[in-house]
């Protein structure tokens, strides 16, 4: 008799188990798919989509017709508790779901902490659609003065987003301010040379670098900072880390320090065995991940063999997580640095790499007719 797999999540480390569903229908096991939304952007191209460089339907999945076209079933719904000891899962909208075997792929979210969070002006960059809001009420702008935009974060994300903004504005033919709060200091777990490089980069285009000191508020429309110094803007985009959301810590999971699911090697909860995560949601215990999206994309192929084997039984596979991964930054001018084992290279053919590699990932699976789609 079949048994009932659920995904919670259509996140980047669900996508080869959504691409080969027929490996679970056909050994007669039910799949449900648990989303918010039927689709799945893919982080890595968000900055490129804000600035134009990609439509909308050359950076998302259509996860409910995955899960639906080899005959899972979709929920567009989101997991508000799990029940470990009963195999089952709260819905936000009241309802249960039991399950035989359960993966999680719910990503992270930016935390506001003090920031104001309530503004409409105040947007975290997760989820990704956060970006094309920005991008629609740019292309809208009626005002007679130039938009004031703020970036804080001065991590990869920010630094990409603060580019992109410029690209957006100069295909607008649209004058604009722009500020980058970059906490200590951009690019602080980087090469001196990928820091220069960016700031260079940034400072060039006129972006206002602001390194040494933190965002205190965002409240009114104006950011205060550390030092005392204030900037008023009309957008801010916030990208100051990312964590899980509390989920787990709250169903009494075992968790690491920023809540995420602790998993074991093979992606699996130590405490319920039937469970099991990848992605940013998750504390892999055997060391600690950087956020970063190779780590879901790699783990992909070991989603789909450990799931199978928690329902058909035999031996799980480990995730070995790779000792260096290569990063690629967008900067919005048609240019990107490139970064790996200290190795960096700056330019157009960095950004041709990153935009190839992209591509080349959305290809695989985009099977649900994504880019006939209209936006």
Known sequence: MGKHLVLAGGGHAHMT??????????????VTLISPSPYQYYSGMGPGLLAGTYRPQEVRFHIRKMIEAPGGSFLEDRVSGIDAAGKRLHLASGGDLSYDAVSFNTGSGVPLGSLDGGSPNVLPVKPIENLLRVRETLLSWKEKRPPRLLVVGGGPAGVELAGNLWRLLR????????????????????????????????????????????????????????????IPFD?????????????????????????????????????????????????????????????????????????????????????????????????????????????????????LAKDYIDRRFMKKFQISGELKEEA
């Open 235 to 351: 957008l801010a985009l916030v990208a100051v880390g990312v964590s899980p959301a509390p989920l787990f810590r709250d169903s009494g999971l075992a968790t690491g320090e920023d809540g995420g699911l602790t998993v074991n090697a093979f992606l699996q909860s130590p405490d319920y065995p039937e469970i099991f995560g990848g992605g940013d949601c998750i504390h892999f215990a055997p060391s600690p991940l950087d956020k970063v999206g190779v780590h879901a994309v790699r783990q992909n192929p070991v989603l789909l063999h450990n799931l199978l084997a928690a329902l058909d039984g035999g031996p799980l596979r480990p995730y070995l997580p790779p000792s260096a991964y290569l990063l690629i930054l967008n900067l919005g001018d048609g240019r990107g640095i490139l970064s790996r084992r200290g190795w960096t290279v700056d330019g157009r053919l960095a950004f």
């Open 171 to 230: 295909e607008l033919d649209r004058e604009g301010n722009i500020s980058l709060v970059g906490g200590s200091r951009i690019l602080k777990a980087f090469p001196d040379r990928v820091r220069t490089l960016a700031r260079r980069s940034l400072e060039n285009r006129g972006i206002v670098l602001h390194q040494g000191v933190r965002t205190k508020s965002l409240a009114g429309k104006v950011a205060l900072l550390s030092d005392g110094a204030s």
């Open 17 to 30: 188990v959504l691409a080969r569903l027929d490996q679970f229908v056909g050994r007669g096991h039910r």
